[in-house]
Nanobody, 115 residues
């Protein structure tokens, strides 16, 4: 399983970013995927996930600012992030948990929000 995240960068508070994650080595269409983040000194936490049918789940801190989506033809996972805050600064990972007994993560993409 390979997950390649991209789209991070430096943005001012209130700005937007769109993260992408290309997946290979896995039957993308039938699996649930998620976006996670890890800030310095903190544990990795779930941001949002999306099932094979498209049902979504968001962490409380998202507060309606982010949207997770997927393109099963392109085998790509997306995270549209709007109204970014300084506390959203973290490395963002796409991942899949409990796949054949393992968790898989992409290499991460840095999101830095300046206040």
């Amino acid at each position: 399983v390979q997950l390649q995240a991209s789209g991070g960068g430096l943005v001012q508070a209130g700005g937007s970013l769109r993260l992408s994650c290309d997946a290979s080595g896995i039957n993308f269409r039938i699996n649930r995927f998620g976006w996670y983040r890890q800030a310095p000194g903190k544990q990795r936490e779930l941001v949002a996930d999306i099932s094979s049918s498209g049902s979504t789940n968001y962490a409380d801190f998202v507060e309606g600012r982010f949207t997770i989506s997927r393109d099963n033809v392109r085998r790509t996972l997306y995270l549209q992030m709007n109204s970014l805050k300084a506390e959203d600064t973290a490395v963002y990972y796409c991942g899949i948990e409990h796949y054949r007994g393992q968790d898989f993560w992409g290499q991460g993409t840095q999101v830095t929000v300046s206040s």
